[in-house]
C-alpha cells in the first residue's frame, strides 16, 4: 500500500515526436530516452537516465518445448500402500506423540524422508497441530509407490520417530492446470514462471492483504454461504491463476510463543490454504504476520525463533501450490526514512527469514519479497538494483510495486531498470492502485496491459474491499489521481459488489485469453526503443500513449490508451512475407479484422497503423503470416 504518492503532469512539448520501437530487444543496456516523461507514483521525479546503473545483461532463455504427455500409468491398488494421493495433491498424515511436550516448538522437532520409485528423496518438515497431535503434509511430484521414514529429534518418542510407511501416486485426472502440469517454478535467466513440467505459466494476482478476516462460514450476504469461498469461486471463474494475501487479521499471536489458542488460528488458516489449492489458484502469501510486528518485538523475535516459524510455515503450507513473498514491504527496510522501521536494507532481519524458507522447502516454491513502491530516486522507494534482498539465497522473482500513468506517456525507467537489471528473475507487478480506491476500471485494466508489454510477466489487481476487507484506509476524502477522481462513495463500495468490477473480467478472461493465443512468454518490450527497430509511435501533438513488445519481427503486440485515436507504425517487417493485422478490444474481448496481407515499405519496412477505432484504449495484434 502507497502510503504517499504525488501525480506528475508529463512535460512532451515535441511537435511531431517520434519515438521509434523497433525490435524490442534491450539487450544493448541502453536507457537513454529522448522524452522527458516522469513517472506518476514517484515521491520525487525519477532521475535522468545516465544515472541509472550501468546494466548487466541477462539474456532470455526459453526451455525447451515440454513435451507430449504419454498414457498415465495403472492406479495404484489401496491394498499396496498406506495412504493414496495424486500428483502434485497434497496428503495429509498424523502421527500421536507418546509426549505431550509442553513448547513442541522447541522441545521436538519432526522431519519425514519421502523416497520417490526413483530414489530421490524429500524431506518434509513436520507440525503440531494440538495436545500430542502432529501432522506432516506431502505432494508426490511423480506417479508410483513412494515409501517414508520418520525422524524426530527426541528419538525415545515411539510415536514420531522411526515410522514407516507407503504413499501410492496415481495420476491426477481432473482439469485443474497446477495439477495436470506440476507446481509453478523459476530458472535461472527465465523471465517467466513455468509449471513444473515447462510450461509457462501465466501470473493474474487477486489481492487479499487481510485474508484471514474473510468470513469464511459466514458472508452477510444473501445467497451467499462463504464470503471467502465466494470471492474465491468467482476469481477462478474470470481466469485469476493467483490469489495475494497477506495475514492481517489472523486469530493468533507468536509475540508469546505458539500456544493452543494459536493452533486455532493456523487451523483456519489452513482451511483458506487448502480451499484455495483445492481450486487451482496458486497462493502467493506472505509469512507470519505484518511485518511491523517483528520490528516492534526484536527481543522476542530471536533468530532462533524466527527459524522455527520458517520451519512451522513450510510445514503447514509447503506441500500446497504457493509462493512466498515474506512480509508486506520488507523490500528494502519498510521505508525506514520516513521512521516506519527500525531496520536498514542491510541488517533486515525479513532476509534471513527469506533464506529459512528456502532451507526448509523441499520444493523450492518461487521466494520473493514484497518491494516497497517503485522508484529510481533514493532513498525513497526500491528497485532492482537498490532490492535488499536481489542476492538473497532463494531469491527466485521480484514483487514490483507500480503504477504507470494512464492519463500521459507513461515513463519507461521502472520497467527497464528491472527488464535490464533484474538478474533474469521474473517480474510481477504485484501491487498498483486499487480498483475503486486510487483507480478506476480504466486505470485497473491499463495496469494489466502495460505489465506484460513491459516485462512484468505478471500483474496482481485488487478491488475496494477485497484488497483489504473492511478498510478505513483513505476512505474519508475523494482521490484524484491524473484526470480521474475516485469518490468516497466509490471507496464505500462493498464486496459483493466490487467482486464483479468490469475491469476483473477484462484483466482475467480477456486480457488473459488474448496472451493465451500465442506465445506470450517470448515477448520483448520495446520501451522507447529510440533505434526504430519495430515500432515508430507518434502525434502531432505529442507522443502516442503506448506499450508494445515483440518476438522479433514475427509478431507485434502494442497496446494504446491514448485519448485521441492516433498511433504510428511497424517497423522492419520482414521482406517478402505478409502479416495479418487485428484491433483487439480489452473491454469486450472482440477482435476486428485490419487486414490479412500487409507488407513493409520504404528503406525501414514499415507498414502505418489505422487509426484507433475511437479514443479508448486498443490493441493492436500483428503476425506473420
Given at each position: 500500500?502507497k502510503k ?7 512535460a512532451?512539448?515535441?511537435?511531431l515526436?517520434i ?14 530516452a529522448?522524452?522527458t516523461?516522469t513517472?506518476e507514483?514517484?515521491?520525487t521525479?525519477?532521475p535522468?537516465p ?6 548487466i545483461i541477462?539474456?532470455?532463455?526459453t526451455p525447451?518445448?515440454?513435451p507430449?504427455?504419454?498414457?498415465p500409468?495403472?492406479?495404484i ?9 495424486t500428483i502434485?495433491t ?8 507418546s509426549v ?11 522431519d519425514?524422508v519421502?523416497?520417490s520409485?526413483t ?6 518438515p513436520?507440525?503440531w497441530?494440538g ?8 505432494a ?5 509407490i ?9 528419538s525415545?518418542?515411539?510415536g514420531?520417530?522411526g515410522?514407516?510407511g507407503?504413499?501410492?501416486c496415481?495420476?491426477y485426472k481432473?482439469?485443474l492446470?497446477?495439477y495436470?502440469?506440476?507446481f509453478v517454478k523459476?530458472e535461472p535467466?527465465?523471465?517467466y514462471f ?14 487479499h492483504w ?5 468470513q ?13 469461498k465466494y470471492?474465491?469461486?468467482k476469481?477462478?471463474e ?15 499471536n507468536?509475540?508469546?510463543?505458539v ?10 488458516m489452513?482451511?483458506r ?5 483445492d481450486k487451482g489458484?496458486v ?7 505484518f ?10 523475535y530471536?533468530k ?5 516459524l520458517?520451519?512451522?510455515w ?5 506441500a ?13 527496510d519498510?521505508?525506514a ?10 541488517n ?9 524458507m ?6 523450492k516454491?518461487?521466494?520473493?519479497a514484497?518491494q ?7 532513498p525513497l522507494?526500491v528497485?532492482?538494483?537498490?532490492s535488499?534482498?536481489r542476492?538473497?539465497v532463494?531469491?527466485?522473482w ?5 503504477t504507470?500513468s ?5 515513463d519507461?525507467t ?5 527488464w535490464?537489471?533484474?538478474?533474469g528473475?521474473?517480474?510481477v ?8 480506491l ?8 491499463q495496469?494489466?496491459?502495460?505489465a506484460?508489454?513491459?516485462?512484468m510477466?505478471g500483474?496482481?489487481y485488487?478491488?475496494?474491499d477485497i484488497?483489504l476487507?473492511n478498510s ?9 489521481r ?7 462513495k466509490?471507496k464505500?463500495t462493498?464486496w ?9 473480467t477484462?484483466?482475467g478472461?480477456y ?10 512468454w ?6 522507447e526503443?529510440v533505434?526504430?527497430?519495430?515500432v ?7 507522443v ?14 502494442a ?8 498511433t504510428?507504425?511497424?517497423v ?7 502479416y ?7 473491454r469486450?474481448g472482440?477482435?476486428?479484422?485490419i487486414?490479412?496481407?500487409i ?7 514499415y507498414?502505418n ?7 479508448s484504449?486498443w490493441v ?6
Open positions: 500500500m504517499s504518492q504525488k501525480a506528475f503532469a508529463t512532451l512539448a515535441v511537435l515526436c519515438i521509434t520501437l523497433v525490435g524490442c530487444s534491450t539487450n544493448t543496456g541502453s536507457l537513454t529522448e522524452t516523461s513517472e507514483v514517484a515521491i521525479e525519477s535522468s545516465t544515472d541509472i546503473p550501468t546494466p541477462y539474456p532470455t532463455i525447451a518445448i515440454t507430449e504427455p504419454t498414457s500409468p495403472a492406479d491398488s489401496p491394498s499396496k500402500v498406506d495412504y493414496i494421493t502434485w497434497a496428503l495429509e498424515i498424523t502421527f500421536t506423540s505431550n511436550y509442553s513448547k513442541p516448538l522447541y522441545d521436538a522437532e519432526l519425514v519421502f523416497t520409485p530414489g530421490i528423496t524429500m524431506k518434509m513436520g507440525f497441530d495436545s500430542t497431535t502432529w501432522k506432516v503434509r506431502f508426490p511430484t511423480m506417479c508410483g513412494w515409501t517414508y521414514k520418520t525422524i524426530c529429534t527426541d525415545s518418542n515411539a514420531l520417530n515410522l514407516k507407503k504413499v501410492g496415481n495420476a481432473g482439469n492446470e497446477i495436470k502440469h506440476g523459476t535467466n527465465t523471465r513455468m509449471y513444473a513440467d515447462g510450461k509457462a505459466f501465466f501470473y493474474l494476482g487477486d489481492t487481510s485474508m484471514p478476516s474473510e469464511i462460514n459466514y458472508s452477510g450476504v444473501a445467497g451467499i454461504a462463504s464470503q471467502f470471492i474465491v469461486d476469481r477462478v474470470q481466469g485469476f491463476t493467483v490469489y495475494q494475501s497477506e495475514p492481517i487479521g489472523a486469530s493468533y507468536f509475540d508469546d510463543g500456544s493452543m489458542n494459536d493452533i486455532y488460528g493456523l487451523q483456519d489452513d482451511a490454504f487448502k480451499y484455495i489449492a489458484l497462493h502467493a502469501n506472505a509469512q507470519f504476520f511485518v511491523a510486528t517483528l520490528l516492534n518485538n526484536p527481543q522476542v530471536t532462533d525463533y524466527l527459524a522455527k520458517s520451519r512451522m513450510v510445514a503447514r503450507y509447503g500446497y501450490p504457493v509462493m512466498w513473498t515474506t512480509a508486506q514491504e520488507c523490500d528494502n519498510f521505508y526514512e520516513k521512521g516506519q522501521s527500525t531496520f536498514t536494507a542491510e533486515n532481519p525479513w532476509k534471513y527469514v527469506a533464506t529459512k528456502n532451507e526448509y522447502d523441499p520444493y516454491h518461487p521466494l520473493t514484497h516497497e513502491y517503485a522508484s529510481m530516486t533514493a522507494g528497485n532492482a538494483t537498490t535488499a534482498f542476492d538473497v532463494g531469491h527466485s521480484y514483487g514490483v510495486q507500480w504507470p494512464n492519463n500521459s506517456q507513461l519507461f521502472i520497467p527497464k531498470d528491472y535490464v537489471n533484474g538478474q528473475k521474473p517480474i507487478n504485484y501491487e498498483g492502485s486499487y480498483d475503486h486510487w483507480t478506476l476500471e480504466f486505470g485497473a485494466r495496469q494489466g496491459w502495460t506484460y508489454l513491459n516485462g510477466f500483474q496482481g485488487g478491488a475496494e484488497w476487507y478505513s484506509y483513505d476512505m474519508d476524502t475523494d482521490s484524484v491524473g484526470d480521474v477522481t475516485i469518490t468516497v466509490d464505500q462493498k459483493d459488489t466490487s467482486i464483479n468490477f468490469p475491469a476483473a477484462q484483466l478472461t486480457m488473459h485469453k488474448f496472451f493465451d493465443s500465442f506465445e506470450w517470448r515477448l520483448e518490450p520495446c520501451f526503443d533505434k526504430g527497430e519495430h515508430a509511435m507518434y502525434d502531432a501533438t505529442g502516442s500513449w503506448y506499450s508494445a513488445a515483440t518476438i522479433g519481427n514475427q509478431t507485434y503486440v497496446y494504446f490508451y491514448n485519448k485521441t485515436t492516433t504510428g507504425k511497424l522492419n517487417l520482414e521482406n517478402g512475407r505478409t495479418t493485422a487485428k484491433w483487439y478490444n480489452p469486450t472482440e477482435y476486428t479484422e487486414a490479412s496481407n507488407t513493409g515499405t520504404g528503406s525501414k519496412s507498414w497503423i489505422p487509426a484507433k477505432p475511437d479514443g484504449d493492436l495484434y500483428a503476425t506473420i503470416n
